[in-house]
């Protein structure tokens, strides 16, 4: 029976700065256990579940990480299978399994790792989404995931919707959802954003981690038209001067209320 690498996270602080750390490694799925502040995190290697255990030792001292091989016994889909729809302004994102007679509903096949929209980043992206003129506009969404960001701004009126993720297994998530969603028309690159070569576009969407928002901030601005919008999230509070100083050629236009630490900002290039 096939195992997956993983780690047994005990006693847990400080959770949203540890889960802000997990992004950096190779992470499937992280599974809550009945212990209270007690985390199996699955990796997709026994390499990165190593690597991460160095690193979160170091950073995290208190926290107890002890190394597991889990049996696969479907814990991905039977975790995945207790997600209901959730409404997120007026947008509703809904697992094939729940999905109910509204306007505006996106349905989203949960798997592991991607965006199902229960995530506060998530959450804060589509808020943002929602709150700037899509009418016509081409966006872009870099770290498509799921694909869900991609397909909210073409439902939103976005005539033209580009989503683009280097991470293969991503990527295949986010073709397995277009046709869960008839209407939407998006179209899928597997491609690094440090090497896209694509027209500018109105509209750029980034829910990434803080380091890759630094490290790819000359591509988002080549990325985009003198006066287009641009949505920054997936990075925490203790990030936000680091990233802002980054995208010092854009002008803040608004700052969403923070949820759990996570930030998202929208900002315009000038």
């Given at each position: 029976?096939?195992?997956?690498?993983?780690?047994?996270?005990?006693?847990?602080?400080?959770?949203?700065?540890?889960?802000?750390?997990?992004?950096?490694?190779?992470?499937?799925?992280?599974?809550?256990?009945?212990?209270?502040?007690?985390?199996?995190?699955?990796?997709?290697?026994?390499?990165?579940?190593?690597?991460?255990?160095?690193?979160?030792?170091?950073?995290?001292?208190?926290?107890?990480?002890?190394?597991?091989?889990?049996?696969?016994?479907?814990?991905?889909?039977?975790?995945?299978?207790?997600?209901?729809?959730?409404?997120?302004?007026?947008?509703?994102?809904?697992?094939?399994?729940?999905?109910?007679?509204?306007?505006?509903?996106?349905?989203?096949?949960?798997?592991?790792?991607?965006?199902?929209?229960?995530?506060?980043?998530?959450?804060?992206?589509?808020?943002?989404?929602?709150?700037?003129?899509?009418?016509?506009?081409?966006?872009?969404?870099?770290?498509?995931?799921?694909?869900?960001?991609?397909?909210?701004?073409?439902?939103?009126?976005?005539?033209?919707?580009?989503?683009?993720?280097?991470?293969?297994?991503?990527?295949?998530?986010?073709?397995?959802?277009?046709?869960?969603?008839?209407?939407?028309?998006?179209?899928?690159?597997?491609?690094?954003?440090?090497?896209?070569?694509?027209?500018?576009?109105d509209v750029l969407i980034a829910n990434v981690t803080g380091a890759l928002l630094r490290q790819v901030a000359p591509q988002v601005h080549d990325l985009t038209k003198p006066g287009a919008s641009l949505i920054l999230s997936g990075f925490m509070?203790?990030?936000?001067?680091?990233?802002?100083?980054?995208?010092?050629?854009?002008?803040?236009?608004?700052?969403?209320?923070?949820?759990?630490?996570?930030?998202?900002?929208?900002?315009?290039?000038?």
């Amino acid at each position: 029976m096939r195992t997956w690498p993983a780690l047994e996270v005990g006693r847990l602080d400080h959770p949203d700065l540890f889960q802000a750390a997990l992004l950096d490694f190779d992470v499937s799925a992280i599974d809550e256990t009945t212990e209270p502040d007690a985390w199996r995190v699955f990796f997709g290697s026994d390499a990165a579940r190593n690597a991460a255990a160095e690193q979160l030792s170091r950073q995290f001292p208190d926290t107890v990480i002890r190394h597991l091989d889990v049996p696969d016994e479907d814990w991905v889909a039977r975790s995945q299978a207790t997600l209901r729809a959730i409404r997120i302004g007026d947008i509703v994102v809904a697992p094939p399994w729940d999905v109910p007679d509204e306007p505006l509903v996106i349905v989203i096949r949960p798997s592991m790792g991607f965006g199902t929209g229960h995530h506060a980043t998530t959450r804060l992206c589509l808020i943002a989404l929602q709150q700037i003129d899509l009418q016509g506009r081409r966006v872009i969404d870099v770290g498509t995931g799921s694909g869900l960001l991609a397909i909210a701004a073409n439902r939103l009126g976005a005539s033209h919707v580009v989503g683009i993720d280097d991470d293969a297994d991503a990527f295949h998530a986010a073709q397995d959802n277009l046709p869960l969603n008839a209407d939407a028309n998006v179209t899928l690159r597997h491609v690094d954003v440090r090497h896209a070569r694509l027209e500018p576009f109105d509209v750029l969407i980034a829910n990434v981690t803080g380091a890759l928002l630094r490290q790819v901030a000359p591509q988002v601005h080549d990325l985009t038209k003198p006066g287009a919008s641009l949505i920054l999230s997936g990075f925490m509070r203790t990030e936000e001067a680091d990233v802002l100083d980054a995208y010092s050629a854009f002008t803040s236009t608004a700052r969403t209320t923070e949820e759990d630490e996570w930030l998202c900002v929208t900002l315009r290039r000038q």
